[in-house]
């Protein structure tokens, strides 16, 4: 089955830690993007990525970091300067930037105390 | 700035009656995407409707359709014929340079 996948669902950690969220999709998509979900506030994004080695800063970039060093793969860490990293993340790709919808993750609920 | 407006919070219908969610938007472009994206409780983010904004014709999906008015900047979505099924978050997104997303209305349909 082609999709996206995004691990844990539940994530939990101690502030001032590092913590990176997976995501990988295999339906060859050469976008993939970052979301941050609160509630009352909509998505707001966080990076995006239009092709491998290549990324851009969303709206609300501070204190995240990005890779792309695989078609595939899109892992966001969340870093200690992050002043309020408690959130739901969504991952999504789409086929390129543009036109074209986006197909979500499952999403990683992300505590950190 | 590319904005998204959805001024409505929260809406219930009754099962099998007809409900319309609204939604504005800001742009300077000329040539963009909009998309209707449905929330169920399970929290995964589907795609329910797109418009091109360079087509006239309204699109529609089944029992979703959209009112695209280009000039006013509004997009709202007509669901007909309520369904249980069809309660969730509905997210209302602006795709140009960058892509944008609405606050959401959360949608209960009423048995």
């Known amino acids: 089955d082609g999709g996206i996948t995004q691990s844990p669902k539940y994530l939990f950690r101690k502030e001032g830690q590092n913590v990176t969220l997976s995501c990988e999709q295999n339906?060859?998509?050469?976008?993939m993007y970052w979301y941050r979900q609160d509630p009352g506030q909509g998505l707001r994004l966080i990076y995006y990525s239009q092709i491998v080695n290549d990324f851009q800063k969303g709206d609300i970039a501070e204190g995240y970091s990005v890779s792309r060093e695989k078609k595939e793969s899109f892992p966001l860490t969340v870093t200690s300067a992050q002043k309020n990293p408690t959130a739901f993340y969504l991952c999504a790709s789409s086929i390129g930037l543009g036109t074209y919808e986006q197909y979500f993750g499952p999403g990683t609920r992300l505590t950190v105390t | 700035a590319q904005t998204v407006t959805q001024s409505q919070p929260e809406m219930s219908v009754q099962e099998a009656e007809t409900v319309t969610l609204s939604c504005t938007y800001d742009t300077s472009e000329n040539n963009y995407y909009l998309f209707w994206y449905k929330q169920p409780p399970s929290r995964q983010m589907i795609l329910v409707i797109r418009?091109?904004?360079?087509?006239?014709q309204n699109a529609t999906e089944n029992r979703f359709s959209v009112n695209f008015q280009k000039a006013a900047k509004s997009f709202s979505l007509k669901i007909s014929d309520s369904q249980l099924g069809d309660t969730a978050m509905y997210f209302c997104a602006f795709e140009g340079n960058q892509f944008y997303f609405g606050t959401g209305t959360s949608l209960t349909v009423i048995p």
């Open positions: 339906l060859n998509h050469d976008a």
């Open positions: 418009q091109e904004a360079y087509k006239q």
